[in-house]
């Protein structure tokens, strides 16, 4: 996977993402935008997005973690 088709992915994430979603609902959502993306590259996409905004805003990043939970 590429770095920009990772970024497109985590972007899409972003978006989309909802306190009450599951993880298969967002893989859904996710997959609606990028259908061919795996769920391993969606995953992966996940784990950028909250890496990348640990630096910037340590509430917002928390705040993604507990979503997904």
């Not at 959502?29 to 997005?49: E, Y």
């Not at 909250?50 to 705040?63: E, F, L």
Request: proline share 4%; no cysteine; hydrophobic share 45%.
């Amino acid at each position: 996977m590429e770095a920009a088709e990772l970024r497109a992915i985590s972007d899409t994430l972003i978006r989309v993402v909802t306190p009450e979603m599951t993880p298969k609902q967002l893989i859904k959502a996710a997959r609606k935008v990028h259908p061919h993306a795996s769920k391993k590259n969606i995953v992966r996409a996940a784990f950028f997005l909250i890496i990348s905004h640990a630096d910037q805003d340590v509430g917002k990043s928390k705040k993604l973690w507990w979503q997904r939970r």
